[in-house]
């Protein structure tokens, strides 16, 4: 489970996340949603560590891991699907999966487990190929596999259907579903796309000038009125 409290980011003066506060739990899919500029990603690479807080915690199954680095972070269970994706685009589609793996502690499996390539059947045909020569739905995808072959606690992703096609969209979100069945994997997905996130959130969270501004159940959001809140 993740838990972030009181946390307070900037960039040089500018104050970008106001007293941010939530929980994302084990077996779940929490959605956050919010317009451009909010500060979504801040706090996503607050959570990875790529920008370190200036204040409040982040805890992982209790433990505060706001102090660490972003490869201990990885290392404790934390993986991270950046907007914009950031393959390797110069590795192949294996070499970027192998890179994702790299995480783990030492004398673990050094293979892909299949259940990857179950999961993307594209990536197994295209193994070989460089990162940069994938299309962006698959890039998108690798992107996903690479976050998952860590074996994560805590999976973050930052808007992965955007500018993707709706066949992929569509395969994106079975893969987050069937991971949130799964029971032991806290899912926080960041999305602008408001079907995509009511459809998979189990608990939602709306994010306005850096603060939290509405949460509750993803079965509530038609009724509480959160379509207004992302469109555009
Ligand atoms: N590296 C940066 N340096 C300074 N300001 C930034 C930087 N990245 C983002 N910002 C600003 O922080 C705010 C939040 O951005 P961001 O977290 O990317 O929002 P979102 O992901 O919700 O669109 C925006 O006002 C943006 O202009
Ligand atoms: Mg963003």
């Known amino acids: 489970m993740l838990e972030i409290s009181g946390l307070h980011q900037y960039y040089g003066s500018s ?5 941010v506060s939530f929980t994302a739990p084990q077996g779940a899919c929490t959605v956050l949603l919010g ?5 979504k990603t801040t706090l996503l ?12 915690a982040i805890r992982l199954d209790g433990v505060d891991i706001s102090q660490l680095t972003p490869n201990q972070r990885a290392a404790r ?3 991270y699907v950046p907007q914009g994706r950031e393959i390797f685009s110069r590795l192949t589609v294996e070499e970027n999966l192998l890179m994702g793996m790299a995480v783990k502690p030492a004398g673990k499996a050094r293979s892909v487990p299949s259940e990857i390539y179950e999961m993307f059947p594209v990536l197994k ?3 070989r190929r460089r990162g ?4 962006g739905g698959q890039q998108q995808q690798l992107a996903i596999a690479r976050a998952l072959v860590s074996d994560p606690k805590l999976i973050i992703l930052d808007e992965p259907t955007e500018g993707i096609q709706p066949s992929i969209i569509k395969l994106i979100g079975e893969v987050i579903k069937s991971l949130s069945r799964r029971g032991d994997l806290a899912i926080l ?5 408001y079907d995509f996130g009511r ?3 189990d608990h939602y969270l709306v994010m306005s000038r850096g603060s939290i501004v509405r949460q509750g159940l993803g079965a509530d959001m038609d009724k509480d009125g959160i379509r207004d809140f992302v469109a555009l």
């Open 132 to 135: 940069g020569d994938l299309s």
């Open 45 to 56: 690479r607050s959570i990875m560590g790529v920008t370190p807080i200036r204040g409040g």
């Open 15 to 19: 104050h970008i996340l106001r007293d």
């Open 35 to 39: 317009r451009n500029g909010v500060g």
């Open 199 to 201: 459809d998979l959130a």
């Open 77 to 79: 269970g934390v993986a």
């Open 125 to 127: 045909e295209m193994l």
């Open 189 to 193: 997905l960041v999305e602008q796309f």
